[in-house]
Nanobody, 117 residues
Framework: QVQLVESGGGLVQPGGSLRLSCAAS????????MGWYRQAPGKQRELVGVIGSGGTTNYVDSVKGRFIISRDNAKNTAYLQMNSLKPEDTAVYYC???????????WGQGTQVTVSS
């Protein structure tokens, strides 16, 4: 099993920044991809971006140029640097992880990000 814990959420003003962390523990060997998703009230969960084992990233269009995903493989931790935040970025942010050895997608519990004046 893999356990994921997100942290770093909170209240921020429009134009501000937050850095989210996703710490993986448990059976963390062979994690080859980690991702960030978000879910706003009344909306379906949507992809924010993903990062592969080699450090390559992909982002949804709405966050390109503003958000940066990185990872520290030694710490089994992924990060989401969120810049130039907009009110529409308000959501619960979740991280996930996939391993090469099984088809299971592991999810964290989420962390709330609220962008408001």
């Amino acid at each position: 099993q893999v356990q994921l814990v997100e942290s770093g959420g909170g209240l921020v003003q429009p134009g501000g920044s937050l850095r989210l962390s996703c710490a993986a523990s448990g059976s963390t060997s062979n994690i080859y991809a980690m991702g960030w998703y978000r879910q706003a009230p009344g909306k379906q969960r949507e992809l924010v971006g993903v990062i592969g084992s080699g450090g390559t990233t992909n982002y949804v269009d709405s966050v390109k140029g503003r958000f940066i995903i990185s990872r520290d493989n030694a710490k089994n931790t992924a990060y989401l640097q969120m810049n130039s935040l907009k009110p529409e970025d308000t959501a619960v942010y979740y991280c996930n992880a996939k391993r090469a050895i099984d088809p299971v997608v592991y999810w964290g519990q989420g962390t709330q990000v609220t962008v408001s004046s």
